[in-house]
């Protein structure tokens, strides 16, 4: 069974570009969650889909939004990129909704905001 | 004040000796997940548990709900064993996940 995959895996943008990112979680998966990991603040969360609608969200501007597509297949955008911005990019996806399901991660995007 | 807090922050063993990590939260949780994080990026879910202990080869977590206290056990270390640890738990309310700041590990042959 195929992991959970990211695209793309690294990227380079300037401060005020837009950024999507893409998450493919692992087949029969309905749930992706995304999370922000930087040296200063380590991971957090960022928010929940399931079945396309978002779940749970976490203490983030709305310059951060994502979707979620019937496949499950999730996307993060972020507008108007700041230099903090720069982070990985980790989604994960697990069968069901919420803390109590095993999260299977991907590999993460490593966004520079230069 | 975080919500997960976890110890040490930093951890340096010879290969064999026995090693704890500890975890503590504040908020009512759903349950508590540890993680390992290998330089380049990639996580992996060790454990995940609501209760008691759960043991999977030289790795044991256990979890301790009236005190909210988790501990992962590495018996046996192995220089493999080299990376960051991380507690997280899912909270029973909103459903957000927690993170600790994580614990370096690092084995020395």
């Known amino acids: 069974k195929a992991g959970v995959t990211q695209t793309p895996r690294y990227l380079i943008k300037t401060r005020g570009q837009q950024v999507t990112l893409s998450c493919s979680p692992i087949?029969?998966?309905?749930?992706v969650s995304w999370y922000q990991q930087t040296p200063g603040q380590g991971l957090q969360f960022l928010f929940e889909?399931?079945?396309?609608?978002?779940?749970n969200k976490g203490n983030f501007p709305g310059r951060f939004s994502g979707r979620q597509f019937s496949n499950s297949r999730s996307e993060m955008n972020v507008s108007t990129l700041e230099l903090g911005d720069s982070a990985l990019y980790l989604c994960?996806?697990?069968?069901?909704?919420?803390?109590?399901?095993?999260?299977?991660f991907g590999p993460g995007t490593r966004l520079t905001v230069l | 004040k975080n919500e997960v807090e976890q110890s040490p922050q930093n951890l340096t063993a010879q290969e064999g000796e026995f090693i704890t990590i500890n975890c503590s939260y504040s908020?009512?949780?759903?349950?508590l997940h540890w993680l390992q994080q290998h330089p380049g990026g990639g996580i992996v879910s060790l454990f995940m548990?609501?209760?008691g202990k759960k043991k999977h080869g030289r790795l044991i977590a256990t979890i301790n709900i009236q005190e909210k206290h988790s501990s992962l056990h590495i018996t046996a270390s192995h220089p493999r064993d080299s990376a960051v640890y991380i507690c997280?738990?899912?909270?029973?309310?909103?459903?957000?996940?927690?993170f600790g700041t994580g614990t370096s590990l690092t084995v020395i042959p």
């Open positions: 994960a996806s697990s069968l069901l909704l919420g803390g109590v399901n095993e999260q299977f």
């Open positions: 087949s029969g998966h309905r749930s």
């Open positions: 889909y399931f079945s396309e609608t978002q779940r």
């Open positions: 908020v009512g949780i759903s349950a």
């Open positions: 548990l609501s209760s």
């Open positions: 997280a738990v899912g909270a029973n309310t909103g459903n957000q996940f927690y």
